[in-house]
């Protein structure tokens, strides 16, 4: 009786004894720190043996190179992957709904939706609005480019949509016109393929259903597994906060004024220390990055022009120049953009003002240094008054409390006011003050 309950058991559980889902999360903009993540993610799970791979996702959409690279992860995966957009109120805007239509499972939580796949360029409004031109003349270079942008996304995500037999033709639309569908109408629309709460309900739905792997069947056997969220670990973090846009470029400026600051005061150590962590931090930032290199030297070149009006003042050319040349440099510096990785326009105006601001005041102190009279050995003297105090045998001035022997081409008295004209030696050449002022001898 024992071994035939024992057998009846290991009959109805073995399915789901030792059975574990992987759930990784997507929350916010899709980057390349969120295209490690998933990735490492499924690999991860491939080597502890798990059954299948839960994709959580709220994300108003990201970077075309992360999602892609997500995408290519999730068709290459041996485990079932099931896309989940949740929980309620969550969205799978843009490149979200790509990543959806990859998954094996599309699923959805009650209040969520998805779509609006239009992909984005920087400074442009919606790609492929403009066919020709006003007088229905040919085609701009600019209408062009985006026309071939939103055709290879069509061609892209239908492709997604007919390996896993979902709407393709609503699909084109997502692209095409930005629409977007609510969990309800994404299930009417064949767009999603269920409607689950949270994990523990996707996996009971999912009870039994029939997937393709690489081209070979398989029935999901998932209720009661054991789920572990696995959470981005603390380099996936740093990753997310570094390939910010707007903090990649704070960490570039700090990096060249740290650097900047250290080679105008040798020894000063900290801005060295400082400026050199923070470059390569923007550099491997801006690796990551579609990064836009005639920018990128249109920053530099900013930067080093107004190193150069403070250390040559050229009566603003080189300062008003460098100042453009950085705000330029600046708006340029990303190729593209996507949700959520837009580089903020008052950071750029706010870092390109305090620059100038600072340009300004270097190059107007460098210039007060350069026109105030030395305070360090005799050369600060000329210019200075002094007092005849004695002619004979030799002519004597003192001028700031000390006695100097002088000489003059003019007739000088005791008492006389004269200025220094030239130092010669330990001998001052003096001229009368009076000399200096023709209305005197009016």
């Avoid at 009650?110 to 020709?132: D, H, I, K, Q, W």
């Avoid at 440099?329 to 390109?352: C, H, Q």
Wanted: glycine fraction near 12%.
């Amino acid at each position: 009786m024992r071994t035939l309950i024992a057998a009846l058991f290991l009959l109805f559980a073995g399915p789901v004894i030792g059975q574990t889902v992987h759930v990784l999360t997507i929350d916010g903009p899709i980057g390349p720190a969120t295209a490690d993540y998933v990735v490492s993610g499924l690999e991860d799970a491939e080597a502890a043996n798990a059954d299948a791979v839960v994709l959580k996702m709220d994300t108003p959409g990201g970077l075309d190179p992360a999602m892609r690279e997500i995408i290519s992860a999730v068709l290459q995966s041996p485990l079932p992957v099931l896309g989940h957009v949740a929980p309620s109120g969550a969205r799978a805007a843009s490149a979200g709904t790509y990543i959806l239509y990859a998954a094996h499972i599309a699923a959805m939580a009650p209040g969520t939706n998805l779509g609006a796949a239009t992909p984005v360029r920087v400074g442009g409004g919606m790609p492929g609005s403009a066919g020709e031109d006003a007088e229905g003349g040919d085609e701009s270079p600019e209408s062009a480019s985006e026309r071939k942008m939103v055709n290879d996304a069509v061609a892209y995500i239908r492709s997604l949509a007919e390996l896993r037999g979902r709407n393709a033709d609503w699909a084109e639309r997502a692209v095409r016109e930005a629409v977007s569908l609510s969990a309800q109408a994404a299930v009417e629309e064949n767009v999603a393929t269920l409607i689950a709460s949270d994990t523990a309900d996707l996996l009971a739905q999912t009870e039994g259903r029939r997937i393709e792997i690489n081209g070979d069947g398989r029935t999901l056997e998932l209720k009661g597994a054991r789920i572990e969220d696995q959470a981005p670990d603390w380099r996936d973090q740093l990753l997310a906060t570094i390939t910010n846009p707007n903090v990649a470029y704070i960490l570039l400026l700090v990096g060249i004024y740290g650097l900047i600051f250290e080679l105008a005061n040798p020894g000063a150590l900290v801005p060295g220390v400082i400026g050199g962590i923070s470059l390569l931090l923007a550099l491997f930032a801006l690796q990551a990055l579609p990064v836009n290199f005639a920018g990128l030297g249109l920053l530099a070149l900013g930067v080093l022009f107004m190193i150069g009006e403070a250390l040559a003042p050229s009566f603003g050319a080189l300062g008003i120049g460098g100042v453009l040349a950085f705000g330029l440099g600046s708006v340029l510096l990303f190729d593209a953009e996507g949700p959520g990785f837009e580089l903020s326009m008052m950071l750029v105006i706010g870092v390109t003002a305090a620059s100038l601001v600072i340009f300004m005041g270097t190059a107007t102190l460098a210039m007060r240094a350069f026109q105030r009279r030395g305070v360090a050995g005799v050369s600060h003297l000329l210019g200075a008054e002094a007092e005849v105090v004695a002619t004979e045998p030799a002519l004597r001035v003192v001028t700031e409390s000390e006695r100097w022997r002088a000489e003059s081409d003019d007739d000088l008295a005791v008492g006389d006011t004269v200025k220094v004209i030239d130092i010669n030696g330990l001998t001052l050449t003096v001229e009368p003050m009076e000399k200096q002022d023709p209305t005197k001898h009016e």
